[in-house]
């Protein structure tokens, strides 16, 4: 049987390319040597696959920092903005038009801003977003997937080159022009798709992965159009080459039909992520189509579960006879870290998981399975049943915990109208109230102190001095300021996950587990193994004190369950929504601890939220029902007179309103600066009857705000809630900033608010 790589991760296994790249950018190296470590990952990528026994070794994977943005330049996509800086430049894959694109790019005269960036599908990587202004004269620019090809061949290697598909690049792109229409778009770019797929066709190219993932999506009748029309036209044109349409994240479901009638020699399926469609599509598959079966999780960090896996293979060889068959992984493994060699975990964890490197060795194992190999299934047995029964994973008391859990525990002790009355009555706070979201600038002595903690250099006691004089002088600066409800600073978090997840069982961390996020941008997820609880309190100590400087409200500052949980590596063996209950557990001790230490404000951030939601909206209700429970069960605890506070960061609340409503917070803080506070018409609309504080100012710059802008911001949301609902805060946190811009802006802040409440 065939194994069928999709893609492999491009960052390097000790994050070369990231290195490479901002050295490049702040010029300490030559271009030369990017491409040169660029071409040495390339090569032992290509090499660890071949080395592996893969038969379908992707390439054109690589890129410098997105492969949408490849795509931009290989189609000459380029926004009207960046011709000038085109036009300077004399080729189409000059790095400076590339990164410029990527980056912005503000030298030799030009002030171009960077082109949009997004998350890819419900991934955390981001993407660029093409943008289709009219302007762009499609060509074929720059064959860098006829490049890398060429690069792999000479190397010894033949691969499969790997394309995002004309349909997917369109749709997830962004017309900017209101008479363009993406058909049009499509019949103009398509010929340099058949150009770009019969240069790979003439150079040897046997099989070609197109991806189209939008496949998985809901999609107009007008756009599951596209799809023939695109794919009619460029089977015409092929004679040798096979197309294997690639599709990840997700189900085929209503496009089932329309997929399967596409003139292409394979499809690639998710299995990991929707299994039961592999019975659905089975009967339906013409008789010339081979399979992908993808089987192996390319966005954990889990051990493959070979009998599971195996048992949907035979499924598929006993329908379609063992030659249409391919084995891979689910997406491309660019969303996995690099290699569990690299690891110091526990060998009993290290056991249980496999990292991109591993998955192309569990790709071969099914394949030699199936060919008759029954140690590899034992062994793998047994890992699994390991991990089915490790204490250290199953804990009675958290399963007890979640199993008494009642309706009760979701729910205050009253309704929002009493309790806003107990917490005016204690906090006896004035009309528009000023906070911040949680964080000050992280400078780099505050920085140097963790990581010397950490490294054993200072003493914990000695650590912990510093850190209460960096919350002292925060204190006292927000009371010379009359900020009404203060915050500590968040001087010993490094990251707000992190931050919990080293304090909660059931989390590890990994040395080496990067996962790219954007260009250069790399994350490393905390991977939550086992049933989450809280050993000890985590937050209380640095609140407490805090608190005991100021007269004051101290605002407790916690992240919530579902922001944790989608920002690590989660557990495949229970549902999301168990996960995400045992960590509201955890945070609802945390809050009730909060509240017993005479802290009246706690703040639980749930910033992620809105990018939990499933990429089909007949997904939605039954995700937002779990992710606002877990909220609720977190916050529910404290009596009513404890004023509970979120945050969200991410725009976009109109789909969702509802939801947020149900998240029956007291107080809610959200970015609204940059869209003028156009986002608070939906609370409006929905006459949202909780405290809102709309960011009154952008914390992504520099710039101090003036007090008559945040005062004409603060003007509009009067026009759209009641005065005596509406908070004055930053967008978001404040620890990338400076402390002297920071200090300006929330004195203007302050005097905004002041005025507010003399003109009302
Ligand atoms: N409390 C966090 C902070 O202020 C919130 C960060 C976020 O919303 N992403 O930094
Ligand atoms: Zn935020």
């Not at 950018?25 to 592996?52: H, P, V, Y």
């Not at 209460?468 to 968040?490: F, N």
């Not at 063996?573 to 404000?601: C, S, Y």
């Not at 976009?652 to 998240?663: G, P, V």
Request: some cysteine; glycine content about 4%.
């Amino acid at each position: 049987m065939k194994t069928n790589v999709p893609g492999y991760p491009r960052i390097g296994s000790n994050r070369e390319l990231k290195k490479a790249n901002e050295a490049y950018w702040a010029g300490k190296i030559s271009l030369e040597k990017l491409q040169m470590t660029s071409r040495q990952l390339r090569r032992q990528n290509w090499e660890t696959l071949r080395d592996a026994g893969i038969d379908l070794i992707p390439s054109n994977d690589f890129s410098y920092y997105d492969q949408i943005l490849d795509m931009c330049v290989t189609t000459n996509t380029i926004p009207a903005r960046f011709q000038g800086l085109k036009a300077t430049q004399i080729t189409a894959n000059s790095p400076e038009l590339y990164f410029g694109m990527a980056r912005g790019y503000q030298k030799n005269g030009f002030d171009l801003t960077a082109m949009e960036m997004t998350k890819w599908f419900d991934t955390n990587y981001h993407y660029l977003v093409p943008e289709f202004d009219g302007t762009q004269n499609f060509e074929l620019a720059y064959n860098k997937a006829l490049e890398e090809f060429e690069e792999a061949k000479a190397l010894g290697i033949h691969t499969k080159p790997v394309i995002i598909g004309p349909v997917s690049f369109l749709l997830l792109g962004k017309i900017k022009e209101e008479n363009l229409q993406v058909a049009d778009l499509l019949d103009q770019l398509l010929p340099v798709y058949i150009s770009l797929i019969q240069s790979l066709e003439k150079a040897g190219a046997s099989w070609i992965q197109i991806d189209e993932p939008t496949l998985v999506l809901d999609l107009a009748p007008q756009q599951q159009a596209l799809f023939q029309y695109a794919y009619n036209k460029i089977a015409a044109v092929l004679s040798s080459a096979k197309l294997l349409l690639t599709t990840y994240f997700g189900s085929l479901q209503d496009n089932t039909a329309l997929t399967l009638q596409l003139p292409v020699q394979a499809l690639h399926i998710d299995l990991v992520r929707a299994p039961e469609q592999l019975e659905q599509l089975l009967p339906q598959i013409p008789a010339h189509l081979q399979l992908s079966l993808g089987v192996v999780n390319g966005r954990n960090i889990w051990k493959n579960n070979y009998e599971k896996s195996i048992s949907l293979i035979r499924k598929a060889v006993d329908s379609l006879g063992e030659e249409r068959v391919l084995i891979a992984s689910s997406c491309s493994l660019l969303h996995s870290p690099y290699d569990l060699d690299l690891e110091t975990l526990t060998p009993q964890l290290k056991n249980w998981m496999a990292f991109a490197k591993q998955k192309v060795y569990e790709l071969v194992d099914l394949a030699n399975i199936l060919a008759g190999n029954n140690d590899i299934l034992v062994a793998n047995k047994a890992v699994m049943q390991d991990r089915a029964t490790a204490d250290i994973i199953h804990k009675p008391a958290v399963k007890a915990r979640m199993a008494a859990l009642t309706a009760a525990d979701a729910n205050r002790k009253s309704e929002f109208r009493v309790r806003q009355q107990a917490q005016e009555a204690v906090l006896q706070l004035p009309l528009f109230p000023t906070t911040t979201i949680g964080s000050f600038p992280q400078t780099e002595e505050i920085r140097k102190l963790r990581a010397d903690v950490k490294k054993g250099l200072i003493t914990p006691e000695a650590y912990a001095a510093s850190i209460r004089k960096a919350i002292e002088a925060s204190v006292q600066l927000q009371e010379s300021l009359h900020i009404d409800v203060l915050v500590h600073g968040e001087f010993e978090r490094n990251d707000m996950v992190e931050y919990f997840g080293e304090q909660l069982e059931g989390f590890v961390f990994t040395k080496n587990g990067w996962v790219q996020s954007y260009g250069s941008r790399c994350v490393k997820p905390p991977i939550i193994y086992g049933d989450v609880s809280r050993p000890l309190p985590m937050t209380v100590t640095w609140s407490s004190y805090a608190q005991s400087l100021t007269r004051k409200p101290m605002k407790g500052m916690l992240t919530g369950p579902v922001t944790i949980l989608q920002w690590s590596f989660v557990r495949d063996d229970q549902p999301r929504a168990d996960t995400t209950l045992q960590i509201a557990l955890a945070i609802r001790d945390e809050v009730n601890d909060l509240e017993q230490a005479g802290i009246r404000v706690i703040q639980v951030d749930e910033p992620a939220i809105r990018e939990g939601l499933p990429l089909r909206r007949a997904d939605w209700p039954a995700y937002l029902e779990w992710a606002v429970r877990a909220f609720r069960v977190a916050v529910s605890g404290v009596e009513d007179a404890t004023q509970i506070h979120t945050h969200m960061c991410y725009s976009e609340f109109n789909d969702i309103i509802d939801s947020i409503a149900a998240m029956d917070a007291d107080v809610i803080t959200i970015e609204t600066s940059r869209s003028q506070m156009e986002l608070l018409e939906v609370f409006s609309s929905f006459s949202y009857p909780y405290e809102i504080g709309p960011g009154v100012y952008d914390i992504h710059s520099p710039r101090v705000p003036t007090v008559a802008e945040m005062t004409a911001l603060l003007e509009k949301a009067v026009q759209l809630l009641p005065a005596r609902n509406i908070w004055v805060n930053p967008d978001c946190g404040l620890k990338t900033r400076k402390w002297p811009e920071t200090e300006q802006a929330l004195r203007n802040m302050v005097t905004a608010a002041e005025k507010m409440r003399v003109a009302i």
